[in-house]
């Protein structure tokens, strides 16, 4: 008997230890027995930063440098901004129409020859890998792909789909297929859809 009256108390002092503080506020961090990176030495956007000589947390690109998956401007076909990366709600930088998907090309992009040889380039380097060079599904990773399989872009289920609902699977991603709006500038996840198309077409189904 006497055992149990001391597990009781122990047991409802660990229940009380562990419930009470609940709800209250302390003005010293919580004690983390995982602390699951949640300190880190890093600088926050806007922040200063005492390690850099200036104070300035965020730094300059090294000059003569480009941001990954962009190339130098050149000619006509130049990115009209140093970003070209989403930056509106427009249709050319969502595939949307407010809550719709668009269908069709934005006025943005001119499909021509040369657009088409970019898509094709872009699709070979980030789409290949998991659909396939002729976009049916069976790239490389494919067969180690366990499940679901990498979906078929010659289906037509994928022909009917809108450009805009594509332009939107490009950015977003959707169930294992990562975003491609970090490596894809949004004229080049155009050029892509265009591509994707012209493969649609020349497989005839
Ligand atoms: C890492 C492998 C991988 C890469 C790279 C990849 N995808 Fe996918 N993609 C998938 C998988 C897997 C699915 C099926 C996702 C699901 O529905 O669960 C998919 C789905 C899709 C769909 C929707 C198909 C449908 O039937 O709903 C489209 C469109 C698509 N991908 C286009 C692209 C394009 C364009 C690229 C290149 C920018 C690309 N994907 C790159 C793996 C990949």
Redesign the pocket.
């Known amino acids: 008997m006497r055992w149990f009256f001391l597990i009781l108390a122990i047991a409802s002092s660990a229940i009380a230890l562990a419930l009470g503080p609940r709800g209250t506020k302390f003005s010293s961090p919580p004690f983390m027995l995982f602390p699951d990176m949640d300190n880190q030495q890093i600088v926050k956007p806007q922040k200063p930063s005492e390690f850099f000589e200036n104070g300035q947390g965020a730094r300059k690109p090294v000059e003569g440098t480009v941001p990954l998956g962009l190339e130098f401007p050149t000619g006509k076909s130049a990115p009209t901004t140093p970003l070209d990366f989403s930056r509106g709600d427009s249709y050319y930088d969502t595939g949307r129409f407010g809550d719709y998907f668009g269908k069709g090309f934005p006025e943005e992009v001119k499909v021509d020859g040369a657009f088409l040889e970019r898509g094709k380039q872009r699709?070979a380097i980030?789409?290949s890998?998991?659909?396939g060079t002729s976009g049916n599904g069976h790239g490389a990773?494919s067969k180690y792909?366990l499940l679901?399989p990498?979906?078929n872009?010659l289906?037509a289920?994928?022909k009917k789909?809108p450009e805009g609902q594509?332009f939107s699977?490009?950015t977003h991603g959707?169930?294992?297929?990562?975003p491609?709006n970090g490596i894809?500038a949004v004229k080049d996840?155009w050029a892509?859809?265009a591509y994707?198309r012209a493969l649609q077409n020349a497989s005839g189904k």
Do not use: E
């Open positions: 699709f980030t789409c890998p998991c659909h990773v792909w679901p990498t979906a872009l289906d289920r994928v789909m594509i699977t490009i959707q169930g294992l297929m990562g491609y894809l996840r892509i859809i994707l």
